[in-house]
């Protein structure tokens, strides 16, 4: 007989329809994005500034020993990633890099945490200084060789933009041990 006195539309007592709706939470604070463009824009004009002083002071010139054998500056023109490998797929690491450019953009939307805007920040700037040289730098646009100038012994040679990169890096992969989003919530998984 309940059943039928019931008004169609209106929840029985114990249904879910009754019960407060949990709100969206959204995070607290501010976003972080002047953050992330700060870092970016910092590290990217380290990297360029130092790219241009490489180029004009240190190009066709004998290695500068910085100490003694273990660091010292050298300019090369470095068509491939890390290491040289890769020196036919300039074109492939020059798409990386906008991808990765085009994917912090996108998170920035929802980026709540410091630590995440420098981490991303970093990673902005280092992508956007080597994308530069891939695009700007002969050969050719989007097969340039990027500056590389830092020698320390038995390792790489690498740039301003590459540290930027590997810092932001272990900075992510720390943060995402320690159970922080972007967002600035923290999971316990």
Not at 24 to 33: F, H, L, M, N, S
Not at 153 to 175: K, Q, T
């Amino acid at each position: 007989m309940a059943e039928a006195e019931r008004i169609i539309g209106t929840p029985e007592v114990g249904d879910d329809a009754t019960q407060p709706q949990p709100e969206a939470t959204e995070p607290k604070g501010r976003r972080r994005i002047t953050a992330l463009l700060v870092v970016a824009v910092l590290a990217y004009l380290l990297d360029l500034g130092s790219k241009i002083l490489v180029v004009e002071k240190l190009e066709h010139q004998p290695p500068i020993r910085v100490v003694g054998d273990l660091l010292k500056f050298e300019a090369i023109r470095n068509p491939g990633a890390a290491f040289g490998f890769g020196e036919a797929f300039t074109i492939i690491f020059t798409c990386i890099a906008a991808t990765v450019i085009v994917v912090i953009v996108r998170l920035a939307r929802k980026l709540y945490s410091l630590p995440w805007a420098i981490a991303l920040g970093l990673l902005l700037g280092g992508a956007l200084g080597n994308l530069t040289d891939r695009i700007f730098r002969s050969p050719g646009v989007f097969r340039g060789a990027v500056v590389d100038f830092i020698a320390p012994s038995h390792f790489a040679v690498f740039n301003l933009a590459d540290s930027a990169i590997v810092c932001g890096g272990i900075l992510i992969v720390l943060l995402s041990f320690r159970g922080l989003d972007p967002d600035g919530t923290v999971h316990k998984d």
